[in-house]
């Protein structure tokens, strides 16, 4: 391959010039302490700050991460989202937001994977580290499982959202709550009733949260695997990468089988979840984007286990 000619007879100053040309200054003169040990630590000031501060932390904060799976692919690398925070007092002024990062630096040298034991740990730890009583720790990432087309068993990618949030408090122990957002087709049972033929039809996102039991066994069980079964399974029909005819044929003939409207899905989900032994308390939304109208349809349902039993 030929190299190309490229033009380099302009003569510019140097970078430091350049800098100086565009703004920067030498430094003034340094009085304040460079030891860390010198220097004042305001978020540590001790004071009648007013209000006790229900939770303070960081967001946002994008990490790779490793996620056990018991669909293929069963180890998987992925973007993990996550907020820390902890409760403060008021007569602390400010939480040590380092050590937040910190901590997420000395488990990924670990070889972090997002399992709920693990989290768990991360989240009493951490609230050891901030010398608080309580933490909790969130972390948000897209779960990929392989997904094959139900009569030519071409396989390819499908996706959905997860969330993993663990509460932690000295006294109580660990809240964990974790949420799955997976997509499905929905086929509209009016539109199918009235109409002479077909039917419209719609993306439903299906989104599941639930309140883990204590005794929630996750080498038996996957959660994710088990939310994203309840959803799809109840679905006019599953969403596919990899569609040939005889697929397309087989999933159009499914949805039209299976008519459901937001509520149907969010009842019947919630009957999937009901059945779930691991399952505390769930509360289920189902948002259709319409094909119809340029507005999304939705229901939501929630349901405590618990206070059936009281
Ligand atoms: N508390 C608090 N810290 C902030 C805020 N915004 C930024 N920070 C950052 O907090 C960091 C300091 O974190 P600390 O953990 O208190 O640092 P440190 O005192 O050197 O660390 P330790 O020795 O572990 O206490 C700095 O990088 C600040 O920029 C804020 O709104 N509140």
């Keep these: 391959m030929n190299k190309t000619e490229l033009n380099h007879n302009k003569q510019l100053p140097s970078k430091e010039e350049r800098h100086q040309l565009f703004g920067s200054v030498n430094p003034g003169p340094r009085t304040k302490p460079v030891d860390k040990d010198k220097m004042a630590d305001l978020q540590n000031s001790k004071k009648d700050f007013l209000f006790d501060i229900d939770m303070v ?13 018991k669909l293929t692919p069963e180890i998987q690398t992925t973007i993990g989202t996550f907020s820390f925070g902890s409760s403060i007092v008021k007569g ?18 670990e070889g972090f994977a997002i399992d709920i034991a693990t989290l768990k740990g991360f989240t009493e730890e951490l609230a050891g580290r901030l010398k608080e009583k309580d933490a909790e720790v969130e972390v948000h990432f897209p779960w990929f499982f392989e997904r094959k087309g139900p009569y030519s068993d071409l396989a390819g990618m499908n ?14 122990g660990h809240d964990v709550t974790v949420t799955l957002t997976g ?12 109409s002479e033929y077909s039917a419209h039809n719609q993306r439903g996102n299906v989104s599941m949260t639930v309140t883990l039991t204590d005794d929630f066994d996750e080498q038996e069980i996957d959660w994710k695997a088990a939310l994203l079964e309840a ?57 259709n984007e319409e094909s119809i109208h340029l507005h999304d349809a939705v229901a939501t349902l929630s349901y405590d286990k618990k206070q059936e039993a009281e």
């Design 57 to 69: 932390g960081i967001s946002n904060v994008k990490h790779p991460i490793r996620i056990p799976s």
């Design 231 to 287: 959803a799809e399974s109840n679905a006019s029909a599953r969403i596919h990468p990899v569609l040939k005819r005889p697929d397309e044929k087989m999933v159009t003939e499914q949805a039209y089988e299976n008519p459901r409207f937001v509520e149907d899905i969010v009842r019947l989900v919630a009957a999937d979840l009901y059945e779930l032994e691991f399952v505390e308390a769930f509360s289920v939304t189902c948002r």
């Design 159 to 172: 996706y959905a959202d997860a969330t993993i949030r663990d509460e932690y408090r000295e006294e109580t």
């Design 92 to 109: 602390s002024k400010g939480t040590n937001m380092s050590r937040f990062t910190e901590q997420l630096d000395k488990y990924h040298n």
């Design 183 to 194: 997509k499905i087709t929905t086929l509209c049972p009016c539109s199918k009733e009235i």
